[in-house]
Each structure stands twice: as structure tokens, then as C-alpha cells.
């Protein structure tokens, strides 16, 4: 059995949070590099061009890749085999948010949904935001995203009916990201949730957006549809930041849920092109950071 060091988790949950504001996934380089090959538009090209410079400066100079601290997203999965106290797992989850931004001079974008008073700590009611699943793994995994609010003001919802069909879902994905324009700061993955309930395909469609590249939907027809709404959306001409051009997304990503016979809800979430995240794994080795 495992048991983790809740003092660790504090320190890491910093560290995620750090990370992921300062180095983009692998996986997100390789993307740009795959667009760049593709893109037929000069304007295009140059766009990505400067996307890719300054990545690689802000990189360079441990500075941000973009201002927009987000809103602090934690993902943890704990396995079977992991001995913790869940709730003392969130303070420590909480506590580390706050260090980041006040040992790091982060800007802290979260305030008061009313009062719009803001702590200065990245923190605040409900917020971070933190997730958990469980496996049966004898490690835990804690997964950093911060959602910026370019990408996260571009988030729909529509309680489609069955009688409309998968026409409905791909018009509907198509009209959003044609609504987003170039405010998601593309190119986006765009994330997709069908079925479920209301809450339960928002959260599919951010958690396809929060996917590495390369991943497909484990559901046959989910990947499907990934592929006819990846093309389908790069031919629309948005481009990147909305300039126009072949590269308005890496890709389309689809999670699906069992529903309801009588509804069939669809959900858009899109992330931007500096889709940001990191991992701290804990197993018996230790802590082992990547993406």
C-alpha cells in the first residue's frame, strides 16, 4: 500500500501549477509543427510562426506562456492500492494553489462571482476546482490544468432530442466554434460532450478538451465522429487567432455518456493554443513529474 505524504502534495500541487503556466505539453509542439506543415494560408503560417517564437521564448526565459493564470482545474486519480485522507487531500491540494501564486507572483484571476473582490491566492469559493476518480493502480496521479477565460467564455450547452440525430450534434459543434471566432486565441482542441445529463456532458466535453493530441475516444463511434468534425471544422476558414487559414484546431475531441431516451445533450468546451497542463504521479519510486 501506498500512503502519501500530504506535505508532498502540497508542495506538488505548487509545483503543477507553476509548471503548467510555464511549459507546454510535448504533445501540444508537435501539434503546431503538424499545422504548419499543412497550412496552405501565408497569414496562417506567419501566425503560427509567432505562436511557436513565443512559446519557445517564454520557455527560454522561464516566463509565462500566457497571462491568463485561468482558473485552477486539479484532476486526481487515486488507486486501490493508495492510503489518504480525502479531506485533508483538498487542503492540501488548496494550499499548494495558493502557494504558487503568492511565492510565485502569479497574477490571481479568481474573485467573487458578485463582489468581484479578489484573495490574491488563485483561490475562492468552490475554486480550485478539483475532480476525483479512482483505478486500480497503487499510485495517485494529480493532472493541472489552468482554463483560461478566452477559452472557457466559449463554452455551449444544447439539449438536443433524439429525433434530430448525430446532423444535430455536428451542426452544433460547427455553429460554436464559428460563434468563438478567434476568441478561444486559436488554434483550439475543441472538446465534445454528448449524453449524460446537463452537468455530466459539460464536464465530458472539458474533460475532451483537457485530452493530450493524439488520443482518440475509446467509444467506436465517438472516434468517428472525432475525425468527420476535425476536418469539418479546419474547412471552415477561421484560422488561427481568427485570421483566417486552414488551422482552426488540432483537433476535435469526443467523450461520450449513457443518456436519457427522450434527450440526447451535446456540450462544447474549447481549450486554446496554449493548452496548458501538467502531472505529478506518486507511486513506491517517488514523485515523477511530466504531462
Known sequence: ????????????AKE?????LKQLPPDIKAG???LSETETNATARRVLGTMLTNIAVAEQTDNLLCQDTGIPI???TIGSGVVVDGA???TAIRRGCERATREHSLRSSIVHPI????????????VPVMHFDFDASEQMSIEMIPKGSGSENNSFLKMAIPADGVDAIKTFVIDCVLN??????PPTIVGVGIGGTSDLCMHLAKRAAGRPL???????????????????????????????????AFAVHVELAATHITMNPVAVNMQCHSARRARATFSQRGIEYGF
Open 88 to 90: 485533508r487531500l483538498k
Open 74 to 76: 486539479y484532476n486526481v
Open 16 to 20: 503543477l501549477y507553476v509548471r503548467a
Open 115 to 126: 463582489t468581484r473582490v479578489n484573495e490574491h491566492s488563485s483561490c475562492g469559493r468552490e
Open 1 to 12: 500500500m501506498l500512503q502519501i505524504d500530504l506535505a508532498q502534495v502540497e508542495t506538488a
Open 214 to 248: 493524439g488520443t482518440r475516444c475509446t467509444d467506436p463511434g465517438g472516434a468517428v465522429l472525432e475525425a468527420e468534425l476535425s476536418n469539418a471544422v479546419n474547412s471552415l476558414g477561421v484560422g488561427p487567432q481568427g485570421l483566417g487559414g486552414d488551422s482552426t
Open 180 to 185: 468563438a471566432g478567434g476568441k478561444t486565441c
Open 32 to 34: 503546431f509543427a503538424r
